[in-house]
């Protein structure tokens, strides 16, 4: 399985990406699926998930900014990053796991800055 994030980039304070995560095979739907970030220095950090059902969880820094969504017919979620902040930048990764399964995408780089 394959997970490829796109959509990072440089943005101003306030503004908004949308980060996308595409994967192979066929089975996606039963998978949960997360983002998690890792600014410089720092550890890595869980900021979203979203289950099998579509049910979410969100880290308190980013709850009411960022939202996570699934499309399983298209085997891809996404990640919605409204107001911006300079402490969100870091590189964004997706995750699959569940099933014994625990994969990574390589990372976006998302950089907020003015």
């Known amino acids: 399985v394959q997970l490829v994030e796109s959509g990072g980039g440089l943005v101003q304070p306030g503004g908004s990406l949308r980060l996308s995560c595409a994967a192979s095979?066929?089975?996606?739907?039963?998978?949960?699926m997360g983002w998690y970030r890792q600014a410089p220095g720092k550890q890595r950090e869980l900021v979203a998930t979203?289950?099998?059902?579509?049910?979410?969880n969100y880290a308190g820094s980013v709850k009411g900014r960022f939202t996570i969504s699934r499309d399983n017919a298209k085997n891809t979620v996404h990640l919605q990053m409204n107001s911006l902040k300079p402490e969100d930048t870091a590189v964004y990764y997706c995750?699959?796991?569940?099933?014994?399964?625990?994969?990574w995408g390589k990372g976006t780089l998302v950089t907020v800055s003015s």
């Open positions: 995750n699959q796991g569940g099933y014994g399964v625990d994969n």
């Open positions: 095979g066929s089975i996606f739907s039963i998978y949960a």
């Open positions: 979203i289950t099998s059902g579509g049910s979410t």
